[in-house]
């Protein structure tokens, strides 16, 4: 079992910069991949980036790339995602999720078996 809470969402203005972070617990979270999702209103929930247990085999949606950085910290159990060059079409509930089997790919690909519950970006014009 993996618990992932988020923090750091918030209001921001365009062109901004956020920092979210996750904090893992569990005894296998060293060894899964971890990564981000966000759910616009009305939208379904779409895969953001990914990183392997490691630390590396990153993967970014093509709308974040180059823009947000993922990363990860096994020695304090978290991950975190910094966002960069906000718009306000970053607007969205970000969660992050795990993969047990330690595939950042998997998650790419929307699979994921853990989520936490979710942290509010809003992005304003």
């Known amino acids: 079992q993996v618990q992932l809470v988020e923090s750091g969402g918030g209001l921001v203005q365009a062109g901004g910069s956020l920092r979210l972070s996750c904090a893992a617990s569990g005894r296998s979270f060293r060894s899964n991949a971890l990564g981000w999702f966000r759910q616009a209103p009305r939208k379904e929930r779409e895969f953001v980036a990914s990183i392997g247990w490691s630390g590396g085999n990153i993967y970014y949606s093509d709308s974040v790339k180059g823009r947000f950085t993922i990363s990860r910290d096994n020695g304090n159990n978290a991950i975190y995602l910094l966002m960069n060059s906000l718009k306000p079409d970053d607007t969205a509930v970000y969660y992050c999720?795990?993969?047990?089997?330690?595939?950042?790919?998997?998650?790419?690909?929307?699979?994921?078996?853990?989520w936490g519950q979710g942290t509010q970006v809003t992005v304003s014009s």
């Open positions: 999720a795990a993969d047990s089997y330690g595939s950042s790919w998997s998650l790419s690909q929307g699979e994921a078996d853990y």
